[in-house]
């Protein structure tokens, strides 16, 4: 559950940052950095095609849920309910962080200074992320 707020905290000073310069010293941030410095792809779609099989994988522990409705009270209700959401929270929790990350820095910067969640974490939130955190 912490993770989650963490999340929804940076997503949220993140908006600030691109809409209303919150942290920026009043200077919106925009969304201009998805399409400068080479676009989504400046390297090509090779980074993309390397990356697809991490990405499928990662997600290949959805089955879980089939497991989980032999174990579960009411199936049809719970399952069908997990199976519902899993869109909405891959799309908040994941395609939303990164797209906040990717509007707030260009591509070129991210990677040398450490991990870009908690480069926007400290910078627009104001805190230092716990250790145990980070490393989870």
Do not use: C, D
């Not at 940076?10 to 691109?18: C, E, K, N, T, V």
């Not at 697809?52 to 069908?80: N, R, T």
């Not at 990350?101 to 990677?111: A, Q, R, V």
């Amino acid at each position: 559950m912490i993770k989650i707020v963490t999340i929804v905290l940076m997503i949220i000073s993140g908006l600030g940052a691109i809409i209303f310069g919150l942290g920026n010293h009043g200077i919106a941030t925009g969304i201009h950095n998805l399409w400068l410095h080479g676009g989504i792809f400046p390297a090509g779609v090779s980074g993309l095609l390397m990356a697809l099989p991490l990405v499928l994988f990662s997600y290949g522990g959805i089955e879980m849920l089939g497991i989980a409705a032999g174990e579960a009270k009411e199936p049809e209700k719970s399952i069908s309910k997990a199976v519902n959401t899993v869109f909405w929270r891959i799309l908040i929790f994941y395609v939303g962080a990164l797209f906040i990350i990717m509007s707030i820095y260009p591509w070129n910067e991210l990677g040398t200074q450490g991990s870009p969640f908690v480069m926007t974490f400290e910078k627009w939130v104001y805190l230092q992320l716990p250790e145990s955190l980070i490393l989870s």
